[in-house]
């Protein structure tokens, strides 16, 4: 084949993907366009019975093109997943014109590079708007920043997959004069960066944020005397690595590009899968739809008597309401004392969770909403 033919067959490619473009752009304003008759018709946005039955026809369909159920499936799903989310938070929008503005200023740990930058990008990226991004240092400085009305969002992480909840920012929640509006996970994949023709074997030393190092704890134990040095960010890592000769960082790949490292080693993490779960604070409580899945957390602290916590926990099983998350710490200044932190698949706009949570006083020494929000973890239906 000749270079010629090449360049035909690669125009040829993208003419189609530009089609496919195009395609995709219709199908996401059509999409819109059922979310006002299911605003109208207060049905709930995800109608799995119908991405069932569209995935089931294109699978068909797919097979009799010569292309495999897998193919097919991997596609439509983050198509439905993209169209999902989309229909969600406009709804959303529509359902608070005051607290969503056109300007987003948002308040996230490191700069340019940072993992909280990357979720940040993925959250805002379904709600349109200008987005004024202010790197800080510590998690400390994004709730202030929040509550001083510098930053009308803040973007904290806290959990992942490989090194399970980040406690700092739980301790934080305990007193921080935010509310939590909403949450993102996102895909984290951790690389060994380095400045060009820096092989492995030339590395004496690595930078990270304490995070990266607890998710990659088994590839760093297993480079032996290799020194380590924990950064405020991952976006300070990648600098250090730069002006540190024989040296390394841990990042994701596109960090690395953007600031002058190569990959020299990926899939750091202990876990094949590592997802970080980030939440988004405000000032001010959102109005949640009905028509979409909610979460609710909260804090408690149960009564110092026998069976308190298990009491407090029957009120959910008897209201209905699923926990998907039960996390204890310790009180600061209060030996032995724990508080609890609670996701209930709940929206506190439905009667029989306002009921549960005012049994659950009975139960608790107090209680403290810390945010009801549209939940992001979409279950992709099951196509037999
Ligand atoms: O058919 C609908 O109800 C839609 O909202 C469209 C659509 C899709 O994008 O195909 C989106 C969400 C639903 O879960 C099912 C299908």
Redesign the pocket.
Same mark, same amino acid.
């Given at each position: 084949m000749t270079e010629d033919t090449l360049n035909a067959l690669r125009s040829d490619i993208n003419e189609i993907d530009s089609e496919l473009l195009i395609l995709l752009a219709k199908r996401r304003r059509i $999409?819109y366009s #059922? %979310?006002e008759y299911?605003i109208a018709n207060k049905k709930p946005? *995800?109608?799995?019975r *119908?991405?069932q039955a %569209?995935l089931e026809k294109l699978i068909s369909y797919g097979k009799s093109l010569g292309l495999d159920a897998y193919y097919i499936n991997n596609v439509f799903q983050t198509i %439905?997943e993209d $169209? #999902?989310l989309n229909?969600q938070a406009l709804l959303q929008k529509s359902l608070n014109p005051d607290a969503v503005g056109d300007t987003h200023r948002v308040a996230y740990l490191g700069g340019p590079g940072s993992y909280s930058q990357l979720a940040c990008h993925k959250y805002f990226s379904r709600r349109p708007g200008k987005l004024v991004e202010n790197g800080c240092q510590s998690f400390e400085q994004i709730t202030e920043q929040v509550e001083k009305g510098q930053a009308d969002y803040g973007l904290l992480p806290i959990e992942n997959t490989s090194s399970g909840s980040i406690n700092e920012v739980f301790d934080l929640l305990q007193h921080a004069q935010v509310s939590i509006v909403g949450e993102v996970t996102h895909t984290v994949e951790h690389c060994l960066l380095a400045t060009p023709d820096t092989q492995l074997k030339d590395v004496q030393k690595i930078f990270a944020h304490p995070q990266p190092f607890a998710q990659c704890s088994k590839f760093v134990q297993g480079l032996g005397d290799v020194l380590h040095e924990t950064c405020d960010s991952t976006s300070s890592a990648l600098q250090s690595a730069l002006n540190t000769p024989h040296s390394a960082a841990i990042g994701s790949a596109q960090a690395g590009k953007d600031v002058g490292l190569e990959v020299i080693k990926t899939g750091l993490a202990n876990q094949a899968e590592n997802h970080s779960r980030f939440i988004v604070v405000a000032r001010k409580a959102l109005h949640v739809s009905t028509q979409i899945p909610t979460k609710t957390s909260l804090i408690m602290a149960t009564k110092q008597q026998v069976g308190s916590l298990a009491d407090a926990l029957m009120v959910f099983k008897q209201h209905n309401i699923n926990m998907v998350k039960l996390e204890s710490r310790p009180v600061p200044g209060n030996p032995w004392e724990e508080v609890f932190y609670v996701d209930l698949v709940a929206n506190t706009a439905e009667s029989h969770v306002q009921k549960a949570l005012e049994e659950l006083k009975d139960h608790t020494q107090y209680v403290r909403i810390l945010g009801c929000y549209q939940s992001e973890s979409m279950q992709a239906v099951e196509v037999v």
């Open positions: $999409s #059922v %979310l299911k946005i *995800r109608d799995e *119908r991405e %569209l %439905l $169209s #999902v229909q």
